[in-house]
């Protein structure tokens, strides 16, 4: 595979070169605070973590293993019983969960996720706020897990921002697709490839992924399906949907099972995919950290209703498609996240539409600008989080 180019190229979606990245082996030596390599992934020992993370010689060098797991290394890595009820009160936030998805369904509102089929799955949207709002000493406890904050730092350093979704896979659940995550695999294939090679290898360091078990996860209850090493590939996103390396995933993915308490951290960049869950009677209940490096954000407050609609008559000028592009992106909010997928749910797609395709969709029907205006409020109305 080729990093010439600044853009993927043909050369980038070699699959025999992929199989060839992705049959290697995890040396144990270079993982020397693991228990164990199992499957090619590291596993640590939770109730080691407390000592390590006081002494601070052994928490940097812990934190960096880790970080040299996730970015070069397999990719992801396991911590057994990281939480537990005593300090972290992990039942007590299970029931609570388990309260959120009953109350969901007594009103109607099945959710599900963007990569399974429809009644697969039940999500929890925000459990990070949720627990917070049920019950604060449950979140605190929770959250001075250190297992949960050395993976969080080892990858994205301090001042990370953690977001939660609780994903209870139900009997029957099948397999999700194999698939890479936030941030560029949220888009489609030909968005995706608009952005240039450095931005596919960069989506990896801005965000992390975590679950935590709330269920003990026997094999036929479907753990994440994981695909060691292959966060390297340049082409990943667009090459995870491709059939060709689908059957690699197949081929070489390995399924850790888990018990109530441990977490596994992985990168975003690695394939992966909730396995199916062939029991008859078993809910495997996870929550799902999607955890953002503090530095994605603009310098500045910026209020993109005011541009966007400043430059809204202008627009409606502009015959010229390019520059009105030029335009739209200078003005308007591009990316659809974050929102409330609550009441902004990504209904045509894996991501609910942006303030920018409302001001697309407005130009091309011609809206008057009130019109543009109460969308944009309506927008906004749908992307705020919980009252506290």
């Known amino acids: 595979m080729t990093d010439r180019s600044p853009w993927l190229v043909d050369a980038d979606y070699d699959v025999d070169a992929f199989r060839q990245l992705v049959a290697r082996t995890t040396d144990p030596s270079q993982v020397p605070n693991s228990m164990i390599v199992e499957r090619n992934l590291p596993i640590y020992d939770g109730a080691s973590l407390p000592e390590i993370n006081r002494d601070p010689a052994r928490r940097r060098a812990l934190l960096g293993?880790?970080?040299?797991?996730?970015?070069?290394?397999?990719g992801a890595l396991a911590i057994k019983g990281g939480l537990n009820q005593e300090d972290n009160r992990i039942d007590d936030a299970t029931e609570i969960f388990q309260t959120i998805i009953a109350e969901q369904h007594a009103a109607g509102r099945a959710v599900g996720d963007h990569f399974a089929k429809p009644g697969s799955n039940d999500r929890v949207w925000n459990s990070h706020e949720k627990l917070a709002a049920a019950d604060p000493g449950v979140f605190v406890a929770y959250y001075s897990a250190d297992a949960i904050a050395l993976g969080c730092e080892a990858w994205l350093g301090p001042h990370y921002q953690i977001t939660g979704q609780v994903n209870r896979v139900n009997p029957g659940g099948t397999a999700q697709s194999p698939h890479r995550d936030y941030h560029v695999g949220f888009y489609e294939p030909d968005q995706m490839d608009r952005f240039p090679r450095h931005v596919h290898l960069m989506s990896q360091g801005l965000t992390l992924q975590g679950a935590v078990a709330h269920t003990d996860m026997?094999?036929?209850?479907?753990p994440t399906m994981l695909l060691p090493f292959s966060q390297r590939c340049?082409?990943?996103?667009?090459?995870?949907?491709?059939?060709?390396?689908?059957?690699?995933?197949?081929?070489?993915?390995?399924?850790?099972?888990?018990?109530k308490g441990d977490v596994v951290f992985f990168n975003a960049a690695l394939m992966h995919g909730a396995g199916a869950n062939t029991t008859a009677d078993f809910q495997r209940i996870n929550n799902l950290l999607q955890v953002s490096s503090a530095f994605g954000r603009t310098m500045?407050?910026?209020?993109?209703?005011?541009?966007?609609l400043a430059a809204y008559p202008h627009l409606l000028k502009i015959d010229d498609e390019r520059r009105r592009e030029n335009v739209i992106a200078a003005a308007c909010e591009g990316y659809a996240f974050p929102t409330n997928l609550d009441e902004d749910p990504p209904v045509r797609g894996l991501a609910p539409p942006s303030q920018a395709d409302t001001v697309r969709t407005a130009v091309g029907e011609r809206w008057p600008i009130e019109r543009l205006h109460k969308e944009l409020e309506a927008h906004k109305t749908r992307r705020r989080g919980l009252e506290g």
Do not use: M, Y
Request: proline share 8%.
């Open 65 to 74: 293993e880790f970080a040299w797991v996730i970015g070069r290394g397999p």
């Open 218 to 222: 026997p094999l036929e209850s479907g």
């Open 234 to 259: 340049h082409a990943g996103f667009i090459a995870a949907l491709r059939p060709e390396f689908q059957e690699v995933f197949h081929e070489f993915k390995v399924q850790l099972p888990l018990i």
């Open 300 to 308: 500045e407050t910026l209020n993109t209703d005011l541009t966007t």
